[in-house]
């Protein structure tokens, strides 16, 4: 979706090193998401945003944080990837009255 | 907590038949949305069918369809005239509102294959 966009489409990096990733919306929609896709799993939430500055942490929270410090952007960092973070990454944003939309996805692979 | 269980892991129809993917939900809250999402090969999240709890009627989209029951806590989707095009991972979700957000809790998915 044109809306929303998703850098990067793939990353490979080494365990330890530092990861971040980043959604970026241009419909000005108040809430966004970070999900990861796991086999098995379906997504689940890992941080949500509700607005710049403010943050909470979804159910597959640990290892990872955000930030968003403008509507646009809504970051997410890995401080210390290790190999059970490899996963699909999805953004999402949603508004009071629109459903969500999600970003292509980011396939990350920590080696 | 919701839970979202999906109990076929992998379905196989041939085109143009019927197939219905299965969904049971866990929850107390009483008034809440159920989804179906495909996503093709391409990765994309494509919302097929949305449906509201406190509606009786259940939704339709062209050739998706939903058989929801409410006191069962079941949320099927039927797929008819089935397409190459409709092979996909599908996932149920349910929503639920917290600070606004509307936070999404999926099923594991059920990969659909369409032969030909």
């Known amino acids: 979706d044109a809306g929303i966009t998703q850098s990067p489409r793939h990353k490979v990096t080494e365990t330890g090193t530092p990861v971040t990733l980043r959604c970026h919306q241009t419909e000005n929609h108040r809430y966004m998401y970070w999900y990861r896709q796991d086999p098995g799993h379906g997504l689940r939430l890992i941080h949500y945003?509700?607005?710049?500055?403010?943050?909470d942490k979804g159910e597959v929270s640990d290892g990872y944080s955000v930030s968003r410090s403008k509507t646009e952007d809504f970051l997410l960092t890995l401080e210390s990837a290790t190999s059970s973070q490899t996963s699909v990454y999805f953004c999402?944003?949603?508004?009071?009255?629109?459903?969500?939309?999600f970003g292509s996805g980011t396939r990350l692979t920590v080696v | 907590a919701q839970t979202v269980t999906q109990s076929q892991p992998e379905m196989s129809v041939q085109e143009a038949e019927t197939v219905t993917l299965s969904c049971t939900y866990d929850t107390s809250e009483s008034n809440y949305y159920l989804f179906w999402y495909k996503q093709p090969p391409s990765r994309q999240m494509i919302l097929v069918i949305r449906q509201e709890a406190y509606k009786q009627q259940n939704a339709t989209e062209n050739r998706f369809s939903v058989n929801f029951q409410k006191a069962a806590k079941s949320f099927s989707l039927k797929i008819s005239d089935s397409q190459l095009g409709d092979t996909a991972m599908y996932f149920c979700?349910?929503?639920?509102?917290?600070?606004?957000?509307?936070?999404?809790?999926f099923g594991q998915g059920t990969r659909l294959t369409i032969n030909p």
């Open positions: 999402a944003i949603s508004d009071t009255t629109a459903d969500y939309t």
């Open positions: 945003s509700y607005g710049v500055k403010d943050t």
């Open positions: 979700a349910f929503r639920t509102i917290i600070q606004g957000a509307q936070k999404l809790v």
